[in-house]
């Protein structure tokens, strides 16, 4: 039985250890629109019906960013928008026309009146992966709250109890002296 409750308990703190590290690794990869961002790969959290039918919120999609001239008319694609207060927020959208700028980076057209330039495109959603109700999950890592509870305070919590093992093991020692 013990053995078993040991086996139990290593699974259970490899898996908090790995959704910590990842966590972590998710919030210092952040970019200036608070996406995290390894290499070209994008970590997009879809937190609101924005993004509907094709994607769910609280759905978890890692998309791929690639070269300008990889982004053709009908690509589907993940870019930034702000709107008028400077709310910046992710939209999804079909490209309609390509502007390729000589000295310039290109810009893309999504309808009449949208225009985002290169620079503001995050991947395509064609061949994006996506991990239903993911997001929720990371996002509660991810969040100040949920860090503090389900990394920091752990993380804490296993420090002090190491320490008090060490001391109480070196007083053990010091007794039967």
């Known amino acids: 039985m013990k053995k078993i409750f040991n086996f139990l308990k290593n699974i259970l703190i490899s898996v908090w250890v790995l959704a910590a590290i990842i966590a972590t690794i998710c919030l210092i990869s952040y970019n200036d ?3 995290s ?3 070209n790969y994008s970590i997009i959290i879809v937190d609101s019906d924005r993004l509907e039918p094709d994607f769910k919120e609280n759905d978890l999609v890692i998309t791929k960013k690639v070269a300008e001239n990889k982004y053709n008319v009908g690509d589907k694609v993940f870019f930034y928008i702000s709107n008028p207060s400077d709310y ?3 939209n999804y959208g079909e490209i309609t026309d390509k ?3 000589a000295y310039a980076e290109d810009s893309y057209y999504f309808g009449e009146n949208v225009v985002i330039p290169y620079s503001k495109m995050i991947g395509h959603a064609n061949g994006s992966i996506v991990y239903h109700h ?3 999950v990371l996002s509660i890592f991810e969040s100040r709250w949920g860090f503090m509870f389900l990394v920091i305070f ?3 919590f296993a420090i002090v109890y190491e320490i008090y093992s060490i001391i ?3 007083r053990r020692e ?3 002296e």
Request: proline share 4%; no cysteine.
């Open 33 to 35: 629109y608070s996406v």
């Open 37 to 39: 961002e390894i290499g």
């Open 88 to 90: 910046v927020f992710i």
């Open 99 to 101: 502007n390729e700028a």
């Open 134 to 136: 993911w997001g929720l």
């Open 154 to 156: 752990p993380t804490i």
């Open 168 to 170: 109480e093991e070196a």
């Open 174 to 176: 010091k007794n039967e």
